[in-house]
C-alpha cells in the first residue's frame, strides 16, 4: 500500500475528497486508503503497488463483460481512427439506437444521452412536459443520480453518506417530489388518492440496486403501472443498472410490467460513458427538435462510446453468459451463507441472477428501512479484512457484488477461502 497512500495524499490535494465521485470513498467503511488502481483485466483490478483484486466492483456494474474485454478494445480502437467526436449523426450511434429499440420492449424511439443522470433527469422533464404536471413520485433508497430532484431519501453513495438529502437543492425543487417506501403500495394509493391528478411521473428502479439488491414484491410494479395510470402519471423504469445485467434487454419485460418510459446507461455504455432514455413513440416526439422539451449534449451519442455499447451489447447477444454468471453467483452466496452459519454470524443475502448484497444481520431486506439496519460497523470490517485478501468489494453495505462474465470458478473458491478467513477473525471478536 505505499505507492497508494503516496498517491492518494496526491489525490487528497488536487481531487476534492480525493475522488471524482463520493461512492469510491472509504469513509463508510472505515476511512482507510482506497487503493489507487492502474488497470484492469478480465475480472481482476491492479493497484500502483502491483497487488491484484478479484474485483467483484464492476465500476458499480456496467462491467458485465469484464475489463479490458478484446472485443470491446478492438472496437474502441477502430472508431478511434476514425474519430471519437464527430459533432454530427454517425452511423454507430444509430446501430446502438436500433439494437435498443429492438431489444427493450417499450422503448420504440431512444435519445443517448452521456450519463445515467442526465438520462433520468431527462425522463422526468419529458414527464413533466407531457403531462404538464409537475410531481414527481419517486421511492427511499433508490438512485437515480444527482440531478436535484431526486437526491432526497436516495440510495447508494447519498445512503452511504448517511445523508438524507444534498445541500443546495433548493426548497422550490423538493416540494415537487414525493418520496414513498419501496414495496408499500398502501402508501403510494394513499398518496395518489390526495396529489394524483398532479403527479406527472412515478419512477423507479424496477429491481432497486441501490440500497442493496431488493427485488419488488409479487404485484407490486404492476400496482405501481395501474395506481400511476389510474391517475394520468406517466410510469418509468430506472434500469441504468438493471438492463442488460440480468437478462438481454430490460428486466421489464422478464417482471411482466412495460413502463411508457425508460432511463438507461451502465452496461449499453460497455465501460464509456453512456446513457439513454427511450420509451412511446408519442412522448418521445415531444423531445427538440420535434417538440418543446429540451435536451442535448456535446458528447450524447459520442461514437467511442456507440461502439464500446455496441460490442458489448454483440458480445451479450451471442454469447448470452447470463446463466453462467448467475450460476457462479449462487454458488459463492450460498457459500457465504454456509461459511457464516457455520461461525454463528447473522447475514442475509439477496441476489437476484449476478448480482447480490450481503447485508449484516437477520432481517428481510424489503426496502430501504429493513437495508439501514444492516450493521455498518461489521461490514467495515468485513470491507477492509477481504480488501487485505485481495478482494475488492464495494466500499458501502448498500451495493452489490457483481459477477462478471469473466469471473472463473478459481477466483469465487479464492474469494470464499478468504470469506472463510475473515468470518472466523469476526466471530472470534
Ligand atoms: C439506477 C441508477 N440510475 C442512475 C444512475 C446514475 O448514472 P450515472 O452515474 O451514469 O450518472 C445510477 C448510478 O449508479 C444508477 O444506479
Redesign the pocket.
Known amino acids: 500500500m505505499v505507492e497508494s497512500e503516496e498517491w492518494f495524499k496526491r489525490a487528497q490535494v488536487a481531487i476534492s475528497g480525493g475522488v471524482n465521485s463520493p461512492a469510491r470513498s472509504f469513509a463508510a467503511v472505515g476511512g482507510g486508503t482506497p487503493p489507487v488502481m492502474t488497470r484492469g483485466q478480465g475480472a481482476h483490478l491492479f493497484d500502483v503497488d502491483g497487488r491484484r483484486y478479484i474485483d467483484y466492483l464492476a465500476a ?1 456494474g456496467p462491467l458485465v463483460l469484464g475489463h479490458a474485454h478484446p472485443r470491446v478494445v478492438a472496437a474502441v480502437e477502430h472508431q478511434m481512427k476514425l474519430g471519437s467526436l464527430l459533432g454530427t449523426p454517425t452511423d454507430v450511434e444509430i446501430l446502438l439506437a436500433e439494437e435498443l429499440v429492438r431489444s427493450v420492449r417499450g422503448v420504440e424511439q431512444v435519445r443517448l444521452t452521456t ?3 442526465e438520462a ?1 433527469m431527462s425522463v422526468i422533464r419529458l414527464a413533466r412536459a407531457v403531462t404538464g404536471r409537475n410531481l414527481l413520485v419517486k421511492f427511499e433508497g433508490t ?3 444527482h440531478s436535484d430532484p431526486v437526491l432526497a431519501k436516495a440510495g ?1 453513495g447519498v445512503a452511504t453518506g448517511g445523508g438524507e438529502a444534498s445541500l443546495g437543492v433548493p426548497l422550490g425543487v423538493t416540494q415537487d417530489v414525493i418520496t414513498l417506501p419501496y414495496n408499500n403500495l398502501e402508501a403510494v394509493a394513499r398518496v395518489m388518492r390526495t396529489h394524483g391528478p398532479r403527479v406527472a411521473l412515478v419512477l423507479t ?1 424496477p429491481i432497486v ?2 440500497m442493496g439488491i431488493v427485488e419488488p414484491a409479487p404485484g407490486y410494479l404492476e400496482g405501481l403501472a395501474e395506481l400511476s395510470h389510474q391517475y394520468g402519471a406517466l410510469l418509468a423504469f ?1 434500469e ?2 438493471t438492463a442488460y445485467r440480468f437478462r438481454y434487454g430490460a428486466v421489464a419485460e422478464a417482471l411482466g410490467v412495460i413502463p411508457d418510459l425508460y ?1 438507461l ?1 451502465k452496461v449499453i455504455g460497455g465501460g464509456l460513458a453512456q ?1 439513454a432514455y427511450g420509451g412511446r413513440r408519442d412522448l418521445m416526439g415531444q423531445v427538440a427538435p420535434l417538440g418543446g422539451m429540451f435536451q442535448a449534449g456535446t458528447l450524447a451519442g459520442n461514437p467511442l462510446s456507440a461502439a464500446a455499447g455496441l460490442a458489448t451489447l454483440s458480445v451479450l447477444r451471442t454469447e448470452s453468459p447470463y446463466a453462467t454468471m448467475a450460476n457462479l453467483a449462487e454458488y459463492l452466496a450460498q457459500a457465504i451463507l454456509d461459511r457464516a452459519r457455520r461461525r454463528r454470524l447473522e447475514v442475509t443475502i439477496n441476489r437476484v441472477g449476478s448480482a447480490f448484497t450481503l447485508f449484516f444481520g437477520s432481517m428481510a431486506v424489503v426496502d430501504y428501512a429493513s437495508a439501514q439496519r444492516a450493521d455498518a460497523v461489521q461490514f467495515a470490517r468485513f470491507h477492509q479484512l477481504m480488501l487485505t485478501r485481495g478482494i475488492y468489494l464495494a466500499p458501502s453495505r448498500f451495493e452489490a457484488w457483481f459477477i462478471s462474465a469473466q469471473h472463473r470458478a478459481e477466483d469465487v473458491e479464492q474469494t470464499i477461502g478468504a470469506v472463510d478467513e475473515v468470518f472466523a477473525i469476526m466471530a472470534d471478536h
Request: net charge negative; charged share 10%; hydrophobic share 30%.
Open positions: 458499480f450519463t445515467g443522470t433520468v438512485y437515480h443520480g447508494s428502479e440496486g441501490n430506472d441504468v443498472i432511463a446507461g446513457g
